[in-house]
């Protein structure tokens, strides 16, 4: 990790992360573990950063207080960057301020949570911090396209969990087609036109599917789906008309629905930080929603792939 972090970042101690006192005399910040133990006098050292110094400054000044080498201190501000334990007071998420009360509450949770998963402090030169990540959680809005339980399961669920959505595509950074018919049934006839990042969510009874999402111009696509499908069953696209025809006649079971609700979000949230979740799909169904990822390749015959030079049809 190189100086500018340290320079650039102001530790603050996050409370929502306890420090823990295990039986074996190692210590813990939440459940992450320390590779050395620290001392009772480092770790008051440690809980007693307010963000009025940087990181730097602070391992100056830890090394004088607690009487231990520079990379003594440095490795326990790493530690808690990678915990959550510490937070940069410097550089809170700037959506912060707009949000209500639960939302702002649970911003140094969302950091935290960040910070462990995301951000990968064994490079050298993180330029990314967890505030950046929050924000760009926060620009993306969602536009949610289909009804019933399913749909608003994943609105409600969305919105408690701090998602933005709107109604207007032209605002949208992203559009979820939510189908009742049947999971692998596109319900929505002009999805092919979307340009826009689109993501398929359908359930039926007791199965589900997410995905694929589709990047127009470099991914698969639905059509591309709809084509595997009557590739494996030839008569796909008559059964395919019947499930249609009994859309609004049925559901998905209750606990299958919110499940599936949560999954979606997941999957949203790692696009949005940056994980390649395209040319998938996911599946699951009672009475273990186990889900699985499963291929979602272009097909050679649908078209959308045609410029790509390395795909082989």
């Not at 050292?45 to 990181?55: C, H, I, P, Y």
């Not at 007791?206 to 127009?216: C, M, Y």
Request: hydrophobic share 35%; proline share 5%; glycine share 6%.
């Amino acid at each position: 990790m190189d100086d500018s972090f340290f320079q650039r970042v102001y530790p603050q101690y996050n409370h929502r992360i306890p420090v823990i006192s295990r039986a074996d005399g190692s210590v813990e910040f939440g459940d992450y573990s320390l590779s050395k133990v620290p001392s009772s006098k480092s770790v008051e050292w440690f809980m007693s950063l307010d963000g009025s110094r940087s990181a730097k400054q602070a391992s100056i000044e830890g090394c004088e207080q607690i009487g231990v080498p520079r990379q003594v201190v440095t490795r326990l501000l790493i530690d808690g960057f990678e915990s959550g334990a510490l937070v940069d007071s410097r550089t809170p998420p700037r959506t912060a301020r707009w949000r209500n009360g639960t939302d702002r509450d649970r911003t140094h949770t969302d950091i935290a949570c960040a910070q462990k998963h995301v951000i990968d402090y064994r490079d050298k030169f993180p330029h990314q911090d967890a505030a950046e990540i929050i924000d760009h959680r926060s620009a993306v809005q969602i536009e949610l396209v289909g009804q019933g339980p399913l749909a608003e399961a994943i609105y409600q669920l969305g919105r408690d969990s701090g998602f933005e959505f709107t109604q207007q595509r032209s605002c949208a950074s992203v559009v979820v087609f939510v189908s009742r018919a049947h999971p692998r049934v596109f319900e929505h006839a002009n999805s092919h036109l979307c340009s826009l990042p689109h993501l398929h969510v359908g359930s039926r009874l007791d199965s589900t599917q997410i995905g694929p999402l589709v990047i127009p111009g470099e991914s698969s696509c639905f059509r591309c789906a709809q084509l595997h499908h009557r590739d494996s069953s030839p008569d796909w696209m008559g059964v395919d008309l019947q499930w249609r025809h009994h859309a609004n006649s049925g559901e998905s079971d209750s606990i299958l629905t919110y499940q599936t609700a949560a999954y979606t979000l997941l999957l949203l949230r790692h696009w949005m930080d940056g994980m390649a979740i395209t040319n998938t799909a996911w599946i699951a169904s009672l009475p273990w929603l186990h889900f699985r990822a499963q291929p979602a390749l272009p097909h050679p015959l649908c078209g959308c792939q045609f410029h790509a030079s390395d795909f082989a049809g």
